[in-house]
T-cell receptor
Framework: SQTIHQWPATLVQPVGSPLSLECTVEGTSNPNLYWYRQAAGRGLQLLFY??????ISSEVPQNLSASRPQDRQFILSSKKLLLSDSGFYLC???????????FGQGTRLTVV | TQLLEQSPQFLSIQEGENLTVYCNSSSVFSSLQWYRQEPGEGPVLLVT?????EVKKLKRLTFQFGDARKDSSLHITAAQPGDTGLYLCAGQLYDKVIFGPGTSLSVIP
């Protein structure tokens, strides 16, 4: 069966510090991978998506970047965090168009 | 620009009542999905609708995809406290999955 792992679950970081959130998928190959950010009680904002190794599409110009160094690994990074980067970050994967998206448990990031 | 809009944003009803949540867009999607999310967790898929005019039923939940594939509705019959949560519609544009802002439903016993 397929599983998705996302860590850490919670993170408190000072303004100006770097960020690295990691997401890995098991039990499938060549998945589409997604990073979303969610404000409290609201919808998911698509940040980045990837259809293959090294292929990254950015949806929102901002302080974040993403990388896909391996087929089932997706990393969200920042060189210098801002207060506005606080939020709930979710990684997801699917098999392609019109298929179910499976989500990780999310990372609650608080920038102080 | 918000590609997907949902209404209402918040809904609080008594147990046993019926409700409808709407998802609208000016864009045509290859499919629309409905997800339900609990606090602190990732969304979980309820249904995928692909064909314009399609209607799907999942126990007390009825989902409809508009004929032009730009909108969808979710109808819940005889709501129960266990239906409480954030309901999100999501549209697929090629490889992108775009989510609406969500409808927060609270069912009061």
């Amino acid at each position: 069966s397929q599983t998705i792992h996302q860590w850490p679950a919670t993170l408190v970081q000072p303004v100006g510090s770097p960020l690295s959130l990691e997401c890995t998928v098991e039990g499938t190959s060549n998945p589409n991978l997604y990073w979303y950010r969610q404000a409290a009680g609201r919808g998911l904002q698509l940040l980045f998506y990837s259809v293959g190794i090294g292929q990254i599409s950015s949806e929102v110009p901002q302080n974040l970047s993403a990388s896909r160094p391996q087929d089932r690994q997706f990393i969200l990074s920042s060189k210098k965090l801002l207060l506005s980067d606080s939020g709930f970050y979710l990684c997801a994967w699917n098999r392609g168009m019109n298929t179910e998206a499976f989500f990780g448990q999310g990372t609650r990031l608080t920038v102080v | 620009t918000q590609l997907l809009e949902q209404s209402p944003q918040f809904l609080s009803i008594q147990e046993g009542e019926n409700l409808t949540v709407y998802c609208n867009s000016s864009s045509v999607f290859s499919s629309l999905q409905w997800y339900r999310q609990e606090p602190g967790e990732g969304p979980v898929l309820l249904v995928t609708v692909v064909t314009g005019g399609e209607v799907k039923k999942l126990k007390r939940l009825t989902f409809q995809f508009g004929d032009a594939r730009k909108d969808s509705s979710l109808h819940i019959t005889a709501a129960q406290p266990g239906d409480t949560g954030l309901y999100l519609c999501a549209g697929q544009l090629y490889d992108k999955v775009i989510f609406g802002p969500g409808t927060s439903l609270s069912v009061i016993p």
